[in-house]
């Protein structure tokens, strides 16, 4: 069964540090997200993206975030100058459109973060 | 805007009871979908179930069962027959008929289930 991969599953950077985080989604999928997730709070959204370009953010994608299709495969999520509260898990996510849409978002597993 | 309300932060009970999760949902829209997922303790999100605003039929899946109420505005989710494994955070999501759209969360409801 088609998954959505992330990594690294887990980084450590220390503050002020640029972090990149890793995912493919699912091969024939057009739409990619981010969520966060702060320890022990709600799963909230960041950013969807669709060709090549964001379609929605929230609030806290702020300039700090960036995110890129650098090939065909990975959706990567980039924080420049990390602070202490980027620290979370962020999760993944895309979903198909078209005949037959669903409206499901499939997620990664998620990668934590945590900044020292 | 959508908003999806979770009123209980946590719940506990003993095996083998039913238990009920309740979610209310705001959106403006006539075409959405809800959705539940469960977050056990190793941090993934698990889907569970979704339900487009047009089928208010109620569904069973084993011992887990939802009650939708476009009435009311409540997706509930029951576990019926509760065990250990089932310890495990539930969010209720809603998400808009439009590609892209994002998918909004409630808080969750922490479930734990004791022996």
């Known amino acids: 069964e088609p998954e959505v991969t992330q990594t690294p599953s887990h980084q450590v950077t220390q503050m002020g540090q640029e972090v990149i985080l890793r995912c493919v989604p699912i091969?024939?999928?057009?739409?990619f997200y981010w969520y966060r997730q702060i320890l022990g709070q709600k799963v909230e959204f960041l950013v969807s993206?669709?060709?090549?370009?964001?379609?929605?953010k929230s609030e806290i994608f702020d300039d700090q975030f960036s995110v890129e299709r650098p090939d065909g495969s990975n959706f990567t999520l980039k924080i420049r100058s990390t602070k202490l509260e980027d620290s979370a898990m962020y999760f993944c996510a895309s979903s198909a459109t078209g005949t037959g849409w669903t409206g499901e978002l499939f997620f990664g597993e998620g990668s934590r973060l945590t900044v020292l | 805007a959508q908003k999806v309300t979770q009123a209980q932060t946590e719940i506990s009970v003993v095996e083998k009871e039913d238990v009920t999760l309740d979610c209310v949902y705001e959106?403006?829209?006539?075409?959405?979908?809800l959705f539940w997922y469960k977050q056990p303790p190793s941090g993934e999100l698990v889907f569970l179930i979704r339900r487009n605003s047009f089928d208010e039929q109620n569904e069973i899946s084993g011992r887990y069962s939802w009650n939708f109420q476009k009435s009311t505005s409540s997706f509930n989710f029951t576990i019926t027959a509760s065990q250990v494994v089932d310890s495990a955070v539930y969010f209720c999501a809603l998400r808009v008929h439009q590609a892209g759209t994002a998918l909004i969360f409630g808080k969750g409801t922490t479930l734990s289930v004791s022996s």
């Open positions: 959106t403006r829209d006539t075409t959405y979908y």
């Open positions: 993206f669709y060709n090549n370009e964001i379609s929605e």
């Open positions: 091969s024939n999928h057009l739409y």
